[in-house]
């Protein structure tokens, strides 16, 4: 089941999928990317999903960019610190993002991600 919610009368739209096979919603997310010439942002459920994501799309469509922002792998306030690589790949989509990377590519990150401040 897939529909589009228009988010404004000139702007892009909005695709909410659900109940998409494992490896179809890849193909969803390309077909998203392929309408326009902007960014597409996948918000996966948790790492193992945006793993197998992040597999099916450079299986479809290899020359797409995906551009990875992960979640921490630490509760806010823990006596532990993030692992350094979480921290740099973090770090890095975010560098690339603001460094103004245009174009088709798509933003892959968790709904843990999503949700904590940046």
């Known amino acids: 089941m897939a529909t589009a919610f228009p988010t404004s009368d000139e702007g892009p739209l909005q695709l909410r999928a659900g109940g998409a096979p494992e490896g179809f919603d890849a193909t969803l997310v390309l077909q998203e990317a392929a309408r326009g010439d902007g960014p597409v942002l996948h918000i996966a459920r948790d790492d193992k999903r945006a793993e197998a994501m ?12 995906v551009l990875r922002f992960p979640g921490w792998d630490c509760l806010p306030y823990d006596r532990v610190s993030p692992n350094p690589e979480v921290s740099a790949a973090r770090m ?8 103004g990377l245009s174009g088709r590519f798509i933003v892959l990150t968790t709904l843990n991600a999503a949700t904590q401040y940046v």
């Open 92 to 99: 890095a989509a975010l560098a690339t993002l603001t460094a």
């Open 54 to 65: 992040a597999r099916a799309l450079a299986f479809f469509d290899p020359s797409l960019p």
